[in-house]
């Protein structure tokens, strides 16, 4: 296992982080079998939101984190703030973003979550008011740290900016969809893709600012039965571009040579990128978990990785 650095959490973070955004309620042993396989294998990051499966994921991980007594060797990130279903009304307030934290602790057992997360931005605020709802749940001790998901760079350099005069916590992790291959409209309303976005990457390669990148197998896009049906779906899928398309004939031509999958090497060319990434996974199985974990051992070659770029 490769392990990183988050501001103000003192275990190893892995570089691969376990999603467990996809859980069903009689998913106990499947969910626990998934954690005990990645924490053996070395694995410290566990990701997950007030919001999935309607906290039914953190509950899970509180079964598991009290039954195995790990709690001091596993990092949790969680997120809330998420707008409201199915209309997707913006929640980003303090009394809604304290509900969905203490919410959060419960199910996960604990008095403190390692990362604290916002799930969306709401721009029509200003990022330092953003900061300072933010900033109060590591002043009370109930987050170690703080960070947001789908938040472009500028309002993340301007909250820290705010953070740094006011002596207040800093956003520390940044989280947004980034994968080989790039989306050509956004997957959900109100999420931020890095793929395209040179700008924003060029700022995360300067700064260093840990980024958990979520789906970053293009959900599902380089297992062969998922490229299939997206092949199929045509334009009703965002990643049904002709240069996602040649991205994962690439994927699969470095594959054949190194004896590995296409989703190894996607997950290979994001951890060579010049940015401090951690790629998000949400196997369904510990094969896939396994597999996952396996990507690490990849090393890409300048050449390769420029290749499936398209550059």
Known sequence: MI??????????????????????SDDSDRVFGLLDTFTERGGTVID??????????????????????????????????????PDWTPRLNPEAVESDLTSSLERLR?????????????????????????????????AKAIGVSNWSYERIEAANVYADRKGLPRISL????????????????????????????????????????????????????MYAKVEADGSANAFATEANFERYKRSQVIGERRACSASQIALAWLLAQPINVYPVVGPGTIEHLNECLDSLDIKLSADEVSWLSLD
Not at 5 to 23: D, E, F, M, T, Y
Not at 189 to 201: E, I, M, N, S, Y
């Open 3 to 24: 392990y990183g650095q988050i501001a103000n959490v003192s275990k190893p973070v892995s570089r691969i982080v376990l999603g467990l955004g996809n859980v069903k």
């Open 110 to 142: 604990q008095g403190c979550v390692d990362v604290y997360m916002l799930h969306r931005d709401d721009e029509r605020i200003p990022p330092d008011e953003m900061l300072e709802m933010l900033s109060t749940h590591v002043v009370s001790g109930r």
């Open 48 to 85: 997950t939101a007030s919001v999935y499966a309607g906290g039914l994921s953190e509950a899970y991980i509180g079964r598991w984190l009290e039954d195995r007594g790990c709690v001091d060797t596993v990092v949790v990130t969680t997120k809330g703030g998420h707008p409201s279903l």
């Open 174 to 225: 940044s989280s947004p969809q980034y994968s080989l291959a790039i989306p050509d409209r956004p997957t959900l309303p109100g999420v931020v893709t890095l793929g395209g976005a040179r700008d924003a990457k060029e700022w995360y390669r300067v700064n260093q600012m840990p980024v958990l990148a979520w789906s970053s197998l293009a959900h599902g896009f380089f297992s062969q039965p």
